[in-house]
């Protein structure tokens, strides 16, 4: 039983990545999956949620305009795509699961399966 993540890499201020966050040996429409990033000497902050129950999705205002999550259930797949992306964006991105149960997706502490990170550059 695993959480993936992947896609990270080096990109220029202004390009796109598109990160994926895969399950093993559970379904991740069972969940509610939240993004999060850790930036060099900052805590670790949740950006993006979908909630399984209704596919409702949140953003963090920072990234409202140039991020987007989307899951495809087919291949137990939930997505970050990030565009115009900032040398602010910086940071290791986790994904991770919490139970469905809280009122929405949002509530970042309870999340409490994770994957390792995947580290996204910024940089020209």
């Known amino acids: 039983v695993q959480l993936q993540a992947s896609g990270g890499g080096l990109v220029q201020p202004g390009g796109s990545l598109r990160l994926s966050c895969k399950a093993s040996g559970f379904r991740l429409d069972s969940y509610m999956i939240g993004w999060f990033r850790q930036a060099p000497g900052k805590a670790r902050e949740g950006i993006s949620c979908i909630d399984s129950r209704d596919d409702s999705t949140y953003l963090i205002d920072s990234v409202r305009s140039r991020f987007t999550i989307s899951r495809d259930n087919s291949v137990n797949t939930v997505y970050l795509q990030m565009n115009l992306l900032k040398a602010e964006d910086t940071a290791v991105y986790y994904c991770?699961?919490?139970?469905?149960?809280?009122?929405?997706?949002?509530?970042?502490?309870?999340?409490?399966?994770w994957g390792q990170g995947t580290l996204v550059t910024v940089s020209s």
């Open positions: 991770a699961t919490q139970p469905l149960g809280a009122r929405n997706c949002a509530n970042w502490i309870r999340y409490d399966f």
